[in-house]
């Protein structure tokens, strides 16, 4: 079997994300990388041959004009972040950073601003000044601006990250020299390819000029944080690089402590609760169980669909519509709230982003669809990604538009690889948003659907 490092994030009373890493096919994933390539055309967006293929196939990134005006620095000439749109010609040599990965038919979406995030600072290549997260405020957002205006590289900009007000000048330091060493290497790369290329009378692109962070890095970066109270890993290696790179980045040794080593002979998820094992396996399933602590609600499950366009889900009562003592609407509201809080969580297990149709159960009572509305938004509070969504139509349906934070993932491939996922680095906590749609005419949903999902 192939070897893989798999982790969770786990939350109360299951997991919200799984993320296995192929470590025999590390360039299963470009998202997150630094690349070169070759700038083909332009509408209102320039087009990149960014990782070989034809004209049209989804090695080709796109990254809109507005993001390569009005900056300076020493390294314009590599990330074209100075170029107007005029100034940009077939066959130029770019260097880009994968933000979004291509989906179907889609190419992925590229930006030639890299930027090169640490646990406690965010470095910017090719900008200017130092901002602060806004969760910072006070003395603490004080004295990290201060800091940060000592530590900025020449042609750099600073994003000082919330963990950064705990931490030491000398600490910040080293943190900004890793990733400034990191941009060094992005720059030889990509001159050395270009100068080569030039002797032979080739393209120098499309390559990868750096990969972007391992699986114990994200969990290090992104996932460990004050609200996490243990982190347990069954892999040596795997503990003694997380460990280290705490102790690089300033982490305190409370926080180190939080850092378990698993021995024991199980898997280290069936250890943690048999819960992040089914929680796990039922993200690489099409149809998932609904689950009641009365066990009031056999045979309830839900169908995901993922599409080109969208993805589809289904909710069905089962033997629960006909079981139960209660009338048609009670069931339908206690399977459709069950199935709001099971879809939350697998929208962030699955990562499933874009635009999303949950076709619930029917229910005439305005105050049942109120109460299904409730149990998604609470359900979706420890979401990182951004999520809308709109109240339940007449006819049973919710759109919700979700941020992809990696790449979408369909059957039993979960997610291509964690190593590339992309950072904002102080996303608030807790952002779904309920939008008030257009008030539905009267005659909307009338005579319509009666026994739809039963």
């Given at each position: 079997?192939r070897?893989?490092?798999?982790a ?15 470590r ?8 997150g990388?630094?690349q070169g390539g ?37 390294d314009?000439?590599?990330?074209g ?5 005029e ?5 130029m ?25 640490g646990?406690?600072?965010?470095l ?6 130092v901002?602060v ?8 957002r ?14 750099c900009a ?13 600490v910040?330091?080293?943190?900004i020299?890793?990733?400034?060493d990191?941009?060094d ?11 080569a ?5 080739r393209?120098p692109?499309?390559r990868?000029l ?7 890095q994200i969990?290090?970066?992104?996932l460990?944080?004050?609200?996490v ?40 998820f ?18 998932v169980?609904?689950?009641s ?14 599409t080109?366009?969208?993805t ?13 003592d209660?009338?048609n ?37 305005r105050?049942h ?8 938004l ?12 709109l ?33 904002d ?18 005659w ?11």
């Amino acid at each position: 079997a192939r070897e893989r490092t798999r982790a969770g994030s786990r939350s109360v009373p299951a997991s919200e994300r799984f993320y296995p890493n192929p470590r025999s096919e590390p360039a299963s994933s470009p998202l997150g990388d630094s690349q070169g390539g070759d700038f083909e055309e332009a509408y209102s967006s320039a087009w990149l041959r960014s990782g070989g293929g034809p004209r049209g196939a989804t090695h080709h990134g796109w990254t809109p004009w507005k993001q390569h005006v009005a900056t300076k620095g020493r390294d314009s000439e590599l990330t074209g972040a100075n170029k107007v749109v005029e100034h940009w010609r077939p066959g130029m040599p770019v260097v880009v950073q994968v933000t979004r990965l291509g989906s179907g038919h889609k190419g992925p979406r590229v930006t030639a601003r890299p930027t090169l995030p640490g646990r406690n600072v965010v470095l910017c290549p090719d900008g200017e000044g130092v901002y602060v997260s806004r969760k910072l405020a006070g003395q603490a957002r004080a004295y990290v601006k201060a800091v940060g205006a000592t530590v900025v590289p020449s042609d750099c900009a600073l994003i000082m990250r919330t963990e950064a007000a705990g931490v030491s000048k000398e600490v910040l330091e080293m943190d900004i020299r890793s990733l400034a060493d990191d941009w060094d290497v992005v720059r030889e790369r990509a001159r050395a390819a270009v100068e080569a290329a030039g002797l032979q009378g080739r393209s120098p692109f499309p390559r990868r000029l750096l990969d972007a962070a391992t699986v114990e890095q994200i969990l290090v970066r992104d996932l460990f944080g004050e609200r996490v109270a243990r982190l347990t890993v069954d892999s040596m290696s795997s503990y003694e690089a997380i460990v280290s790179d705490l102790r690089r980045t300033g982490a305190t040794d409370e926080i180190i402590r939080r850092v378990r080593l698993h021995t024991g002979p199980e898997n280290v998820f069936d250890a943690l609760g048999k819960n992040v094992s089914e929680a796990v396996e039922s993200a690489a399933d099409e149809r998932v169980w609904l689950k009641s602590s009365d066990e009031s609600l056999p045979g309830a499950h839900i169908v995901i669909q993922q599409t080109e366009a969208l993805t589809a889900i289904d909710v069905n009562a089962g033997r629960a519509a006909f079981i139960n003592d209660s009338d048609n609407e009670s069931v339908a509201a206690q399977v459709n709230v069950a199935a709001a809080k099971e879809i939350a969580l697998q929208l962030r297990l699955r990562d499933i982003g874009g635009l999303v149709m949950i076709d619930y159960i029917d229910m005439h009572d305005r105050a049942h669809r109120k109460e299904v509305e409730t149990a998604f938004l609470e359900a979706a509070q420890h979401d990182r990604a951004q999520l809308t969504f709109l109240p339940i139509s007449p006819l049973g349906v919710m759109e919700v538009a979700r941020e992809r934070l990696q790449g979408n993932n369909s059957g039993r491939r979960i997610v291509a690889d964690v190593k590339g996922m992309p950072v904002d680095p102080d996303r608030p906590q807790g952002g779904p948003r309920r939008v008030r749609g257009p008030r539905p005419p009267p005659w909307a949903g009338a005579g319509v659907g009666r026994g739809r999902g039963r």
